[in-house]
């Protein structure tokens, strides 16, 4: 037996932080059935003993800037015993900073516009042995570092994009092997999230007027001595520097032919921020580069611009090695789609998404450190072809991938490869709903969504919790949840508004189910309980009897993207989706409420959910599973089967309507957001095995293959992005006009169908958190002959493969240690099992079971 991976805060190393970490373990083994029987973890003379491999916290002291050795030993039901080490560092925790903020006060940020960025520096001598030297650093604004002209760290956008009135986070970087007898420490700061321009009403300055550096360099010489290089008015700042431009949308601008000694110096100014915020170690993710992608293909555009295909649409940044003459200016332009062999920018709508370069004489090297884009295709003017080698850098969140789908349908294997990207272009530090256009916000409806989707592929822990940890601080007083998360600037008022809201409930609890850790719950379950609580009193206002459960007021998106009808038509349909939302919300959170030992809560939230239901069959439907009047559509149907609303005959009915209304559609769904992510699991666990994969399968549009087949790389945001005639659908929603509208390439919300492909098809679920004990009952049909779901669980590997060979199944189950597995025949079968690898087989019968709905 081994232990495979020990983490610290989710991290197997570099971990820093402010707050007591939490250690996790998983273990291998070539014993079958092997199990956990007790682990004893110690950091110094603290040791705790468990049987549990995940969420074991901390809570032995603590000092600042100190390196503390994790030591794991595990033994086995077997008597192995397997032992680990991990180490993590302490930041400053409570400790005051000597340093002091500081900005250009003279400088004024131009209205709608962002800042031109600022240059920071201080020059200091370290003229004694060095035994360690770090720098803490934070900024309003983004920023990066240089020492001694080398760039500090490998992150983008530090310090990420948080609730800077509420929290913003601290850097740590470890620099004793970079100081010299004389040194200079530079810091280039842009507008970024704080100041610079961002949603699509171009906003501004809405966390600071200004940027402003925080920033301490600390010295331990070997002698025992020590300094601390802090920032105050004995920095300089210029605002003059190389960046001349650099913000989210329209791109970055740089002059090489600008070095320190032309820049314009002054004393910088000492200054503060708004409020307090609370200043942390950093606790999300860092933004890095994550692959490397060379162009498959370059043309000459009819304008002759030069158009490079970098073959997948991403999030992102140009490489360019260039042989450059001095002032010669050097254009890329980025889009995702191609019309008529040019890029197609109109659907950017003010966004420039452009990279200016101006050269100096020889070879050079230009990439965007301060901005980034979401594209396939990039346009190069002002430079011949020969004299350039381009490549693309990808940049998202670290994120370990953590699951993979495969299958024998090729378009399948397509469709989770375009699912995967779409997650990865847009986990850019938050959740956006876009990379590429005058947007980038985190939307919270469009990860509600796709959180189980999101969970499966990557391990979303530290991700999802930086991103709650701003949405419990913006939740409203009365429980609402903002529409975006960090709200910076969005115009939306805060209230309780279906799957936009319920995203405080459907993000943690999909992190749960995968990763098991009861902290997360604990931490966002009064966000929940608020949240629940304005939805029931907006619910109840003015209505009596079943009308009391009504979820209408005050606002919700509705079947939000739906190819049918307008932005105000999907609006309308709030009302049955808010309810059934409301009913599923009250579900979950009874469940957590009982893992978390509060009854008397789970009690409550399982009334209201019945309430809720009982609402939802006496006013919205005949009684006997047919949705009268304006409820009669196809996501008023999908959501109360999926949430296990429905019983006896009328869940037949409602899957009998709900085929009735997608065969009506031409053998098409008609869903938006909240309904695409279970229109299938509606149809096969109700005994529509077969209409479900004819829905997957299908290729005309509206279809996930039609994305496919049209070229799409990842998910988009309409189902008509791209029309069958080779035109973009840029129609506005709101006036029908063609100006723009809201059409993009790269959505990842319609990709929560790979939750169907993984639970159903691979079959592969978990029934406690973080596959404790999980489930594989793969479900057939659609001419597969093959699929294939691996996830890496907090315990190890489970994984689910099966081939079919006429009416031969085989199937090959792996079972992480420390896990139970039920195994689910086509047969009907049933199988018991324990860590290890199984296989089994069996003779495919003319009817597949019904599989075990998640409700």
């Given at each position: 037996?081994?232990i495979?991976r020990?983490?610290v ?5 570099d971990?820093?932080?402010d707050?007591?970490?939490v250690?996790?373990f ?9 199990a956990?029987?007790?682990a004893t973890?110690?950091?110094g ?6 049987s549990?491999q ?9 000092a600042?800037?100190?390196?503390y050795?994790v030591e ?8 192995a015993?397997a032992?680990?080490?991990?180490s ?10 000597v340093a002091?903020?500081i900005?250009d006060a ?7 516009a ?7 520096r201080t020059?200091f ?10 720098i803490?650093a934070t900024a309003l604004?983004v920023y ?7 760039k500090?760290?490998d992150?983008?956008f ?6 800077y009135?509420?929290?913003?986070q601290v ?7 970079r100081?010299g007898?004389?040194n200079e420490?530079?810091a ?7 100041v610079g321009?961002y949603?699509?009403?171009r906003k ?7 940027q402003?550096l925080?920033a ?6 070997a ?8 920032t105050?008015?004995?920095?300089e ?13 329209d ?5 090489a032919?600008v070095?320190g000694a032309?820049?314009?110096w002054k004393?910088?100014?000492?200054t ?15 933004v890095?580069?994550?692959?490397t992608?060379?162009p498959?293909?370059r043309?000459v555009a009819?304008s002759?611009?030069?158009?490079y ?8 940044v140009i490489h360019?090695?260039?042989?450059g003459r001095?002032?010669?200016?050097v254009?890329f ?18 966004a420039k998404a452009?990279?200016?370069?101006t050269c100096?004489d020889?070879?050079q090297?230009?990439?965007?450190r301060?901005?980034?884009m979401g594209?396939?295709?990039v346009?190069v003017t002002?430079i011949?072809?020969d004299?350039?080698?381009l490549t693309?850098l990808v940049l998202h969140?670290d994120?370990?991938?953590t699951g993979t789908?495969?299958?024998?349908n090729?378009?399948?294997n397509k469709?989770?490869?375009?699912i995967?990207?779409?997650?990865r272009?847009?986990?850019?530090d938050?959740?956006t ?7 980038r ?5 469009d ?6 989707t999101?969970s ?7 991700f999802?919790?930086?991103w ?10 009365g429980g609402g949840i ?5 709200r910076?600037?969005n115009g ?13 409930v459907?993000?943690?609890w999909a992190?749960?189910r995968?990763?098991g850790?009861l902290?997360?719950?604990?931490r966002?379950?009064p966000m929940?309980r608020k949240?629940?609580q304005?939805?029931d009193?907006?619910s ?5 009897g ?7 007021f005050?606002?919700?998106f509705?079947d939000?993207t739906?190819?049918d009808?307008?932005a105000?038509?999907?609006i ?6 808010g309810?059934?939302?409301?009913a599923?919300s009250?579900g979950?959170?009874?469940?957590i409420?009982?893992l978390l030992g509060?009854?008397?809560d ?6 209201l959910?019945?309430?809720t239901?009982r609402a939802y069959r006496n ?6 599973g047919?949705l009268?009047?304006k409820?009669?559509?196809?996501t008023a149907?999908?959501?109360p089967?999926y ?9 037949e ?8 209304l997608?065969?009506g559609?031409?053998?098409h769904l008609?869903?938006?957001f909240p309904g695409t992510?279970y229109?299938l699991f509606?149809?096969s666990?109700h005994?529509r095995i077969?209409e ?15 994305m496919v087949d ?6 988009w945001?309409r ?10 659908n840029t ?6 006009k063609?100006t ?6 790269n959505h ?7 939750d169907w492909?993984?639970?159903r098809i691979?079959?592969i679920e978990?029934t406690s ?5 999980f ?15 691996i996830?890496?669980t907090p ?12 009416d031969?199944f085989?199937l ?7 896990t ?6 086509p ?9 290890g ?6 003779t495919v019968?003319a ?8 409700h």
């Amino acid at each position: 037996m081994k232990i495979t991976r020990l983490t610290v805060d989710g991290l197997e190393s570099d971990c820093i932080t402010d707050e007591a970490p939490v250690f996790a373990f998983a273990l291998a083994s070539d014993v079958a059935g092997e199990a956990l029987a007790t682990a004893t973890v110690r950091v110094g003379d603290w040791s705790v003993e468990t049987s549990d491999q995940v969420g074991i916290s901390y809570d032995g002291p603590l000092a600042p800037y100190t390196d503390y050795r994790v030591e794991v030993t595990a033994t086995g039901t077997s008597g192995a015993v397997a032992t680990a080490e991990a180490s993590f560092r302490t930041a400053r925790l409570d400790r005051p900073w000597v340093a002091r903020w500081i900005t250009d006060a003279a400088y004024r940020t131009p209205k709608n516009a962002s800042p031109v960025p600022m240059v920071f520096r201080t020059r200091f001598a370290a003229a004694k042995p060095v035994r360690r030297a770090w720098i803490e650093a934070t900024a309003l604004g983004v920023y990066e570092l240089e020492l001694n002209g080398t760039k500090v760290g490998d992150q983008y956008f530090a310090p990420g994009f948080t609730s800077y009135a509420h929290q913003i986070q601290v850097q740590t970087y470890d620099v004793t092997d970079r100081l010299g007898s004389s040194n200079e420490l530079a810091a280039t700061v842009a507008g970024g999230w704080a100041v610079g321009s961002y949603t699509f009403a171009r906003k501004n300055k809405i966390d600071a007027d200004r940027q402003a550096l925080l920033a301490e360099l600390h010295i331990e010489y070997a002698d025992g001595t020590g300094d601390v290089i802090a920032t105050g008015p004995n920095w300089e700042v210029s605002t003059d520097g190389p960046v001349r431009m650099a913000e989210w949308y329209d791109g970055e601008t740089v002059d090489a032919r600008v070095t320190g000694a032309d820049m314009t110096w002054k004393t910088a100014d000492v200054t503060a921020p708004r409020g307090t915020p609370k200043l942390l170690a950093q606790y999300g993710p860092s933004v890095r580069v994550q692959r490397t992608f060379e162009p498959v293909s370059r043309t000459v555009a009819p304008s002759g611009e030069v158009v490079y295909d970098f073959g997948q649409n991403f999030a992102g940044v140009i490489h360019a090695r260039l042989l450059g003459r001095d002032g010669q200016t050097v254009v890329f332009r980025h889009a995702e789609v191609l019309v008529d062999g040019e890029l197609f920018v109109k659907s950017l709508r003010t966004a420039k998404a452009t990279a200016t370069y101006t050269c100096v004489d020889g070879s050079q090297v230009y990439s965007p450190r301060l901005t980034y884009m979401g594209f396939r295709y990039v346009g190069v003017t002002g430079i011949d072809p020969d004299d350039l080698e381009l490549t693309a850098l990808v940049l998202h969140s670290d994120l370990h991938r953590t699951g993979t789908f495969t299958s024998s349908n090729e378009r399948l294997n397509k469709l989770q490869s375009a699912i995967e990207w779409g997650g990865r272009s847009n986990f850019v530090d938050i959740p956006t709903d876009c990379p590429q256009r005058d947007e980038r916000e985190g939307w919270t409806g469009d990860y509600a969504v796709f959180a189980t989707t999101a969970s499966y592929n990557f391990d979303m822990g530290r991700f999802v919790d930086k991103w709650l940890r701003d949405m419990a601080a913006e939740q409203a007083r009365g429980g609402g949840i903002p529409m975006v998360v960090p709200r910076s600037g969005n115009g939306f008022p805060i209230m309780a508004t279906s799957f936009w809201g319920d995203a405080c409930v459907l993000a943690p609890w999909a992190e749960y189910r995968a990763r098991g850790d009861l902290g997360l719950l604990r931490r966002t379950y009064p966000m929940m309980r608020k949240f629940l609580q304005a939805a029931d009193w907006w619910s109840g206002l003015l209505s009596i009897g079943d009308h009391r459960h009504i979820w209408q007021f005050p606002f919700h998106f509705g079947d939000w993207t739906s190819p049918d009808g307008s932005a105000k038509e999907w609006i309308q349909k709030g009302k049955w989706i808010g309810t059934a939302a409301f009913a599923n919300s009250c579900g979950i959170v009874a469940e957590i409420a009982d893992l978390l030992g509060e009854h008397a809560d789970a009690a409550r939230y399982r009334a209201l959910r019945e309430d809720t239901i009982r609402a939802y069959r006496n006013v919205f439907t005949d009684g006997a599973g047919t949705l009268t009047g304006k409820g009669d559509f196809q996501t008023a149907y999908v959501l109360p089967l999926y949430f296990g609303m429905t019983v006896g005959a009328e869940t037949e009915a409602m899957a009998t309507n709900l085929v009735r209304l997608i065969e009506g559609n031409g053998g098409h769904l008609a869903t938006g957001f909240p309904g695409t992510p279970y229109i299938l699991f509606a149809l096969s666990d109700h005994g529509r095995i077969d209409e479900a994969f004819d829905l997957l399968l299908q290729t005309g549009p509206p279809s996930w293959l039609y994305m496919v087949d049209a070229g799409g790389t990842t998910i988009w945001e309409r189902w008509d992005a791209l029309r069958p005639d080779g035109t973009v659908n840029t129609i506005d929603l709101n006036t029908g006009k063609d100006t723009g509208g809201m059409v993009s390439f790269n959505h990842y919300a319609a990709g929560a169908v790979g939750d169907w492909l993984y639970t159903r098809i691979a079959g592969i679920e978990p029934t406690s958190g973080g596959y404790r004990s999980f489930h594989v009952a793969p479900l057939m049909g659609g001419g597969l002959t093959s699929a294939e779901g691996i996830v890496e669980t907090p315990y190890g590997r489970a994984s689910s493969s099966w081939t079919r060979d006429g009416d031969a199944f085989a199937l090959r189950v792996e079972v992480p240690v420390s896990t139970t597995c039920t195994v689910v025949l086509p047969d009907g079968s049933t199988h018991e099992v324990t860590s290890g690898a199984h296989e089994f087989g069996c003779t495919v019968p003319a009817r597949q079971p019904v599989p075990v709905g998640r409700h």
